[in-house]
């Protein structure tokens, strides 16, 4: 038996008390009560997949309205929040308080408040009479109890400052002060209408973020989760520092399917993390290597801890879109976290587990990776163009084929998975330890691929919305998880067909359960932002932070970006990361966006959205609150706050990366062709990795500390070549505003003039700021003026504009009536800025040369020592 000294770790059950806490609700109730819960939740999953589909459609029976689901999903929320959540630390677990019940009830009511007297308030809009008012009051208070039990007090906090600043507007000092907003002017704003609480927050919860948390959890629930773990450690474990390797993967893998870091750092952890510390790794770095792949598995598509979602509405571009931009920085960002595993395993020496493959020549291995690499291609390409030409060709009868099509392939895949030994979860503390063999363990749960091709198909090929191509993706698993059981079976000679469809209900149920289970926090977190976003909206605050912003930043967009960071990492230290990203989304992106135009630097709203997200999550990591460092730390037995620190530290590159793809858009692959896309990916992984080696200080051999500099320079060069030669050649050239039509007419078609303007804002007040103008189709300078919609009035050098034709491109730009033309920038011939590269590859070159010495010479030293 193992005692205490040799294993640290806290027990199961403490492990899994720590996630329920903070994921699913710390209490179980005994008896009726517990039924009850489990009940309600499975009821919700269901609610949510029944108004995802198109039955009510074609039944007409069981059809709600936007604005009536939103109200019924926070009912289910709020009255699970006071069944899962207790009061207190010490307020009882196997029980729930007759309070608790009361608030439940009334939570419930308020919430679903809309719902029930839909028609009344549809003929009274912004007319809330007494009974509404106190409904809406009721509801607010009770959903900040909510919060406080659910996320902890900060999220509560900070929107309850929010509704005191609302009423209390004329009393603000300064700056801050306001008109004020009535209690019922208040409660309407918030309550009754889709500004606040029921806005667009709750919205993308109730149509998306839950049908793909509820995916992730049947897709866990039918064996996933083990199969990602032991297919990363059968393919990595043997190698240098293997474990933390494989478990960089496996949380990448499961980060696909959770939107939870803390999660995802007990359920992989509690397996990798003792692998890691028995090749050599310290407790505290082998927690530190979880919490920073469990964490980044936040920033990988296609949920990115339901942030993807909010992007949709907010940034009001399509899914498939956001996914695309925040692809590459997220598999950069791994893909450099494995490396700095292996220069830590090269620093101190490690070795891998012993691997039970067997042992290929470096050739085969190589033509067995390019071989697997060539059929995920194939795979890829088969999916996204096969079916897309299959569509055409088949017209309406093409999902019955697919779906045909699908079963057999399923069929198939259990088949061949049967021939294989059926995986088992290994005990990571045991004394010897033998890694799954890779052939075996990959045949045995290629069938957990289907459902995310399906996933894939709906978005990509049929173009569905992301709830209904969840929905379908889920119907799938729901299939899989109740048949592959029994098929496997039969594959295998057995007869238990009604115990294994059973054993299947029994899986469905749990995942049922545990999906809702999981969007409690979720759904009260997005509805308590919405009161932080419906203030913004009601008040003004936004644009008066703008200007204290702006203030305390000097206008340099730097220190804006810098404050951003700052203001995000101490919300997300009390916030969970979607609340966070809605929080700080609403009051910090627009006052980026407008900033930064006027300090000449036009930057997509998606890069801003991004950079605000990725600072949310390194809330997570970041000590002294870090959860999931101190998850990781129960199961390593190490110190938290050192783990917390050390795995800040392994974060400095996704801590990096935002401020990069600010300046560099080409990052997120904005405005960028396939083939440039695949040079922009291998250039900045390279970066990414040399920027790894510069902050870990060891490449081929411990660097000195100007290697290290010269390795940051040579990171940041290929990251952002256009910093240098900005400074050799300048990209534009100046033209007097009097000329503007000329320029207009002597450069390419498809480029764009860059304008700086001087007018007044929304309020009337002076305002200064650069527009970014596409240069229209057009054979002369007239033609393009009118395309762009817009007349100048020129007096000798000055131009002011005379008339912005209504809908026009120059009106969607921001030109305005009245606006004077301050200056034009031209783009001039230049070379590319990706010239650059060579000097910094050629600086890369003389570091490995100089490293390559030292290292040649040790081994003389050491045997000259002897």
């Not at 899962?84 to 009830?105: E, G, N, T, V």
């Not at 395993?345 to 070795?351: H, S």
């Not at 500390?705 to 040579?714: N, P």
């Amino acid at each position: 038996m193992t005692d205490e000294k040799t294993n640290p770790r806290k027990p199961e059950a403490d492990l899994e008390d720590m996630v329920a806490s903070s994921d699913t609700g710390a209490r179980k109730p005994l008896g009726a009560p517990g039924k009850l819960l489990v009940g309600v939740a499975a009821a919700w999953s269901l609610f949510q997949l029944w108004i995802a589909s198109p039955l009510p459609y074609i039944f007409r029976i069981g059809v709600f309205n936007a604005t009536e689901a939103r109200s019924i999903h926070l009912a289910f929320a709020m009255f699970l929040a006071f069944m899962a959540y207790p009061a207190l630390k010490r307020s009882p677990r196997d029980r729930i308080p007759l309070q608790d019940w009361l608030l439940a009830l009334v939570g419930a009511f308020c919430a679903a408040y809309i719902f029930l007297f839909y028609a009344e308030l549809s003929d009274r809009p912004g007319s809330p009479i007494l009974r509404d008012v106190i409904v809406g009051v009721v509801g607010i208070v009770v959903l900040l109890e909510a919060t406080r039990r659910a996320l902890g007090p900060p999220l509560a906090i900070v929107a309850s400052i929010f509704i005191l600043y609302s009423l209390f507007g004329p009393y603000m000092p300064g700056i801050l002060a306001h008109r004020g907003v009535s209690l019922y002017g208040l409660v309407n704003h918030q309550w009754l209408t889709a500004q606040g609480v029921f806005g667009i927050a709750l919205g993308v919860s109730t149509s998306f973020v839950f049908l793909f948390v509820l995916f992730g959890a049947l897709l866990d629930k039918a064996g996933a989760g083990n199969y990602f773990i032991k297919v990363a450690f059968s393919l990595l474990g043997h190698y240098k520092g293997g474990p933390a390797k494989a478990a960089v993967v496996a949380s990448g893998m499961t980060g696909l399917i959770s939107g939870s870091s803390i999660a995802n750092t007990v359920t992989t952890g509690t397996f990798t993390i003792p692998m890691m510390k028995r090749v050599g790794f310290s407790a505290e770095k082998a927690g530190a290597v979880e919490v920073s792949s469990s964490v980044n598995g936040q920033i990988m598509p296609p949920v990115m801890g339901a942030a993807a979602f909010l992007m949709v509405e907010y940034v009001g571009i399509p899914y498939v879109e956001v996914i695309r931009h925040a692809f590459l920085p997220a598999v950069i960002s791994y893909i450099a976290l494995i490396y700095i595993v292996h220069l830590e395993a090269l620093k101190a020496d490690m070795k891998g587990l012993p691997s039970s493959n067997p042992v290929r020549p470096l050739l085969n291995k190589v033509i067995g990776f390019l071989t697997g690499l060539i059929l995920l291609m194939a795979l890829s390409f088969a999916v996204y163009y096969g079916l897309g030409w299959l569509k055409p060709v088949l017209g309406d009868a093409t999902p019955w084929v697919v779906g045909v099509g699908l079963a057999a392939i399923y069929v198939g895949l259990l088949k061949l998975g049967s021939y294989y030994p059926e995986l088992e979860l290994d005990d990571p503390t045991s004394k010897v330890v033998t890694l799954p063999r890779t052939k075996p363990t990959v045949m045995v749960g290629l069938h957990y691929i289907l459902p995310v091709i399906v996933l894939v198909w709906c978005l990509m090929v049929e173009r569905l919305s992301p709830g209904l191509s969840a929905f379908w993706a889920t119907v799938f698993m729901i299939f899989i998880m109740i048949t592959q059981r029994p098929i496997t079976a039969f594959f295998r000679g057995r007869s238990r067909i009604v115990a294994d469809i059973k054993e299947g209900f029994l899986d469905l149920w749990d995942g049922l359960v545990a999906g809702a289970r999981n969007m409690i926090g979720i759904g009260i977190a997005t509805a308590t932002a919405g009161i932080v976003v419906g203030a913004v909206s009601q008040t003004g605050v936004g644009l008066v932070l703008a200007d204290v912003v702006e203030i305390l930043a000097m206008g340099n967009l730097m220190l804006i970006l810098l404050l951003t960071a700052v203001l995000s990492l101490i919300l997300g230290m009390g916030l969970p990361t979607t609340a966070n990203y809605i929080v700080v989304s609403a009051l910090m992106a627009p006052v980026i966006v407008m900033l930064g135009q006027q300090n000449g630097l036009i930057v997509p709203l998606i890069a801003v959205h991004l950079f605000v997200f990725y600072f949310g999550i390194m809330a997570d990591v970041t000590p002294p609150v870090g959860l999931a460092s101190f998850a990781a730390a129960a199961v390593s037995g190490g110190d938290p706050l050192r783990t917390g620190f050390q795995a800040f530290y392994y974060s400095l590159r996704t801590a990096a990366l935002p401020f990069l793809f600010i300046f560099n858009t080409d990052l997120l692959l904005i405005d960028v062709g396939w083939l440039q896309g695949i040079v922009i990916f291998i250039i900045a992984t390279i970066a990414m990795l040399i920027f790894a080696a510069g902050t870990q200080g060891y490449l081929l051999v411990r660097s000195r500390w100007y290697e290290s500099v010269l390795l940051l320079l040579v990171a940041f060069t290929l990251f952002r070549p256009a910093y240098w030669m900005d400074r050799i050649h300048d990209p534009y050239q100046s033209i007097p505003p009097a000329e503007f039509a000329q320029a207009l007419g002597q450069v390419e078609d498809g480029s764009q003039l860059r304008v700086q303007i001087a007018g007044e804002d929304a309020f009337g007040d002076p305002m200064t700021t650069y527009l970014l103008v596409p240069v229209p189709r057009g054979d002369t300078a007239e033609e393009r003026m009118e395309r762009l919609g817009m007349e100048l009035w020129v007096d000798g050098d000055q131009a002011t504009v005379d008339f912005v034709e209504f809908g026009s491109l120059a009106a969607d730009i921001g030109f305005d009536f009245d606006q004077e033309i301050i200056e034009v920038l031209a783009p001039v011939d230049r070379w590319a800025k990706e010239w650059m590269w060579i000097p910094g590859f050629l600086l890369f070159g003389l570091v490995v040369l100089l490293q390559r010495r030292r290292k040649l010479q040790q081994p003389s030293s050491t045997a000259h020592a002897a």
